[in-house]
């Protein structure tokens, strides 16, 4: 992973949003202090460990995902509206609509033996070939260090700039290595995978949110009070 999409949490939106247009990502170090961390671990704890893994090949057969996250954790509210991405998030999906809205939370826990996710681009799931303008602002904030050894999510920089058709090689494919308490902010359009646990200890992975811009369905519904991108509150009813 470049020097160049590594910043601290209080770095100009300005140059971060431009390594996000640039590459399709950056990594925010710091973002979470060490009692954020141990209030997510310990609200998350109990939700992870009443959920079966998934248990097919792109969710993994190895992984816990618990997903409706606000309606189960006060902790994931704060993360849900952190001024860092939100600013990078004006960024880069203001220029392209009027506003956007909180559309997934989710966890997700690799036990030991975990195999790599297969590449993939977040908004497929909207119809609207690549390349495009980002339809997708998400966000992995690591519960704990992200290596390559433990499953750390593998990105393709660039690849939101690329067709459908292009594939990549072995050596375009880069580690986001982090630690804990660090976010990685990626477009939608960008080519990532989780990695294998390799570590044969269980890992809280991440935390994952997506913003998608409002004319779309967004994936989740919440009954929590969220900061639009013009400043305005909107809530939202919870489907669990």
Known sequence: MSDNNIFPADADPDQVAAAVSR??????????????????????????????PAGTAFLGGRTRRVVNLLARSDAVQALAIHPA?????????????ARYQLGYTGVMHLE????????????????????????????????????????????VPGSHLWDEARRPSEGEVVATEMGAGSVVVYTGGVLHGGGANRSGSPINKDFLAVLDISFFQIMQCYQSTIRNCSGFLISYICRL
């Open 112 to 155: 030991p033996g975990e195999g790599a996710q297969q590449l993939h681009r977040d908004d497929r799931c909207y119809p609207i070939a690549p390349p495009c303008p980002p339809l997708i602002l998400a966000t992995m904030w690591a519960l704990t260090d992200f290596v390559a050894e433990n499953g750390g999510t593998r990105v």
């Open 85 to 97: 991405v939100l600013a990078i998030a004006d960024r880069i999906l203001l220029p392209h609509c």
């Open 23 to 52: 590459d399709g990502y950056a990594v925010l170090t710091g973002a979470l202090d060490t009692r954020q961390l141990a209030q997510l671990s310990a609200e998350l704890k109990p939700h992870i460990e009443a959920t079966e």
